[in-house]
């Protein structure tokens, strides 16, 4: 049996912890002080809830696709559907819940790191909706990748910085948000956005991400009297999937599938299968599996998709896998693609790149699943922000990127 | 072309790391037990400073920018100029706590190929060349993690090595690393920054060495002023300890140094350092040149010296 985790140090088994400078260590305390101050807090809880339905939209469908599980021939498919929320993705749910954390801290600016731009465009969105100074540190290649979230961001009164150190992706917009948050540390908040780095983080996003599995499971009870076998989620920092994966934890018939990407394929150096390929370090202020050399040197991830282009992942995920309570396998860009156009078709849904990992490894197993098994996807956004991506793809042969 | 030996292969490759300890260096390969009973050279070095007044001179490098040869070649025109400790970057492919500068040094030490072992290779050669200031390696944790820390701490000691600044590693953290560190006499440098407050008071009680005052908020690289606060924040460090106290993070000239040389027993000067490398890596490169260079970071550090 699995634990409470984080322990009192932030630590997941071996996993998590804060390994920051000393500059941002008071920062942290305070920070994860007023966060378990405020989630005990009726009116802070009663204020996000009524931002999550009445701004967002929530809660969102957990929609029978009928034509997919058609097209499978096996499982009933289930789509949790994130996309349909304000903003296109659970970014949002997180964005909210740190975003009313600092209006209560008596901060008026915030930053936050981007990799496909979802976490960028929440937390812009928050903070025009919150009346807050933002800047979104986004790396040049992501920027790139992503015109038309950058363009949101600024459209919604967010600075958005590009990022030239390291790979110019989302591992370097990290490190650039929190060497900013260094030096301006007094004034500012920073909205991480995904379920990584420092503790309480990890813990925070976690807690504003749970309500992606809280409403699963009840619709799931609502719909089918019981729970799901196999839920399928994509990680990349792993927000969305450990938001779905966490109130099922307790429930061992359920079996969890974290899906990363593998790129070209995890026999080649292109790809960003950190669980399947990486090795424990610390990385971005916590210790968790990592892609690196021998000698702790980070190395560049690569996937198509942005969120997923990533070398490390959260700690709860490490230790999920560690503890065997959760798998993680690898899903190439060519196989997301595919699944991609798969649910196109079949549903009319035109998933985030980082979505159609979850599907494409659905694809995979449901077939094999008989049809009394019930599968649930992550649906973690929409694929509107990706389109250009894929024309590029589809342009180079299947090179793109 | 990268190697592809594991940490133990590349030891066993070079046997000069085994042994070749000069006679002068003064953590040679003893048992850790009779290292742990020998004053740290780093305490020495603040104690002989402190008959005089001085201040230490703390100038900073990343080892391998822009290669090995020219590192060594630098440690020894820094010594010359009147550095007396010496802080030995190693670089990490995610310096979270530099800014530009050393984030590029960085770039080019790996492209190098420059690990934790060749940093401490440096050392010994450096030590095989003469030089007498004590060495204190400054890396971020992941990599000393990643060697394997009974290996690092052996190699670290034996290679003489005084003290240790692992600037992403808290004092919450550190209990494991300061145990070891303990055992072979090498010192863990604590950091106290600005914001610290009431975390000064344990952070100081497990010190060792110097204590290392983060002059301001943020990252590594110079900057033209200081905050209002930083004479109390350094005084009040001063007070709370026995231990010699050095500012780092900024500082780049000598008025500079000169201001809080007034405040504490150390100054640190790193980005400064090694952005004049940098402007001059055309120079070091050209055999022609190099000589002038080496001259010219001689001279930028000598000036720094009060």
Redesign the interface.
């Known amino acids: 049996m699995i634990g409470q985790v984080p322990d009192a140090k932030g630590r997941y088994g071996e996993f998590g912890g804060r390994f920051v400078p000393e500059t941002l260590m008071n920062a942290l305390i305070e920070l994860e002080e007023s966060y378990l101050k405020f989630s005990a807090d009726a009116d802070f809880n009663a204020e996000l809830n009524d931002l999550l339905k009445q701004y967002s939209g929530r809660e969102t469908p957990l929609y029978y696709a009928k034509r997919l599980t058609e097209h499978f021939g096996g499982a009933k498919v289930y789509l949790k559907r994130e996309d349909l929320n304000h903003t296109g993705a659970h970014k949002i749910n997180n964005a909210l819940g740190q975003g009313l954390l600092a209006v209560r801290m008596g901060k008026k600016k915030v930053i936050a790191e981007t990799g496909a731009g979802q976490h960028g465009v929440a937390t812009a969105t928050v903070a025009a909706l919150l009346g807050l100074e933002c800047k979104v540190f986004m790396g040049e290649e992501d920027m790139h990748r992503q015109q038309l979230n950058v363009f949101r961001m600024r459209l919604l009164g967010a600075e958005v910085v590009p990022v030239v150190s390291g790979t110019k992706t989302l591992k370097d917009a990290g490190n650039e948000a929190l060497r900013y948050w260094v030096s301006h540390v007094q004034d500012t908040f920073y909205i991480l956005g995904s379920a990584v780095g420092p503790h309480p983080y990890p813990l925070i996003v976690r807690n504003f991400q749970r309500v992606i599995g809280d409403e699963t499971r009840r619709q799931i009870l609502e719909t089918e009297g019981r729970l799901p076998d196999t839920i399928v989620a994509a990680v990349g920092g792993g927000s969305n999937a450990i938001g779905m994966f966490y109130p099922f934890v307790g429930d061992a018939d359920v079996d969890f599938i974290g899906v990363e990407a593998a790129g070209k394929g995890i026999d080649t150096p292109l790809h960003a299968a950190t669980m399947s390929l990486g090795t424990k370090g610390v990385f971005q202020g916590s210790m968790s599996y990592l892609l690196q050399d021998e000698y702790g040197q980070v190395q560049p991830a690569h996937s198509i998709s942005a969120g997923l282009d990533y070398p490390g992942v959260g700690p709860e995920h490490s230790y999920l896998k560690d503890v065997g309570r959760a798998k993680y396998v690898p899903i190439t860009d060519e196989e997301a693609i595919t699944a991609l156009k798969l649910l196109c078709r079949t549903e009319g849904i035109i998933p985030a790149l980082e979505s159609a990992h979850a599907v494409a490894h659905a694809a995979k197993i449901a077939p094999e699943m008989g049809a009394d098994r019930i599968l649930v996807i992550c649906l973690s956004g929409r694929g509107d922000k990706d389109v250009e991506s894929i024309m590029a793809y589809e342009k180079e042969g299947g090179d793109a990127q | 072309m990268k190697p592809n030996f594991?940490?133990t292969q590349r030891l066993l490759m070079n046997p000069a790391a085994e042994g070749g300890l000069s006679a002068g260096t003064p953590q040679g390969g003893d048992s850790p037990a009779a290292a742990a009973k020998r004053p740290n050279l780093i305490e020495e070095t603040f104690r002989k400073l402190g008959e005089t007044g001085g201040t230490a001179l703390i100038p900073f490098l990343t080892v391998g920018d822009p290669d090995l040869d020219t590192t060594l070649d630098i440690i020894e025109q820094l010594e010359q100029a009147g550095a007396d400790v010496l802080e030995l970057g190693v670089p990490?492919?995610?310096p979270?706590?530099d800014?530009?500068v050393i984030?590029r040094a960085s770039a080019r030490a790996?492209e190098q190929l420059i690990?934790?072992?060749t940093c401490l290779d440096v050392a010994r050669r450096a030590r095989e060349r003469g030089v007498k200031m004590p060495f204190v390696l400054f890396t971020y944790?992941?990599?000393?993690?990643?060697?394997g820390l009974d290996l690092f701490f052996e190699e670290a000691a034996r290679n003489g090595i005084s003290g240790l600044i692992i600037?992403?590693?808290?004092?919450?953290?550190s209990e494991d690393m300061l145990q070891r560190a303990d055992r072979v006499n090498i010192a863990l440098i604590p950091?106290?920054?600005?914001?610290?407050?009431e975390?000064i008071e344990k952070?100081l009680r497990s010190g060792r060495g110097f204590v290392y005052c983060?002059s301001s908020?943020?990252?590594t690289g110079e900057r033209a002023s200081f905050h209002d606060g930083v004479d109390a924040f350094i005084r009040d460090v001063k007070s709370r300890t026995d231990l010699p106290v050095a500012v780092g993070f900024g500082i780049s000239g000598r008025d500079q140094v000169q201001r809080f040389s007034e405040l504490c027993d150390g100054v640190v000067v790193g980005s400064a350092i090694v952005r004049t490398i940098e402007t001059l890596i055309p120079d070091l490169m050209n055999a022609d040149k190099r000589e002038d260079a080496l001259l010219q970071i001689r001279k930028f550090v000598a000036e720094l010296k009060v």
């Open positions: 594991s940490m990490y492919s995610d979270l706590a800014g530009p984030q790996l690990t934790v072992r944790y992941n990599p000393i993690l990643q060697t600037p992403d590693l808290p004092y919450e953290e950091l106290v920054a600005p914001t610290s407050s975390r952070i983060v908020l943020g990252v």
